[in-house]
């Protein structure tokens, strides 16, 4: 099973941008359809977005849509979310997940097996 360790979390203000970086190892990364979810304090985990095994097609909630990019870099075995213009309601333990296969039409936490530990992502007013 790959194992997926998050970085680069953080406290910022509204308005700027941060980058999280998930790296994977234990498993051949481009199996992997990847994606990022959070979990905000007393709310469900969320799906925020997914990218396919080559790279070339993504898929976001419509929370993110237009600030956040997801990216991969196969040759890293790493998976990328800048994330701009950050609101405060984007406050939350961000997920790296990993789902052996395709990239589902509608992804959602089902659909991922693999999960790394968080990193907290504080977005200050």
């Known amino acids: 099973q790959v194992r997926l360790v998050e970085s680069g979390g953080g406290l910022v203000q509204a308005g700027d941008s941060l980058r999280l970086s998930c790296a994977a190892s234990g498993g051949i990364f481009t199996t992997y359809t990847m994606g990022w979810f959070r979990q905000a304090p007393g709310k469900e985990r969320e799906f925020a977005t997914a990218?396919?095994?080559?790279?070339?097609?993504?898929y976001y909630a419509d929370s993110v849509k237009g600030r956040f990019t997801i990216s991969r870099d196969n040759a890293k075995n790493t998976v990328y979310l800048q994330m701009n213009s950050l609101k405060p309601e984007d406050t939350a333990v961000y997920y790296c997940a990993a789902r052996w296969g395709a990239l589902p039409t509608t992804p959602e936490r089902s659909n991922f097996g693999s999960w790394g530990q968080g990193t907290q992502v504080t977005v200050s007013s």
């Open positions: 990218i396919d095994r080559t790279g070339s097609s993504t």
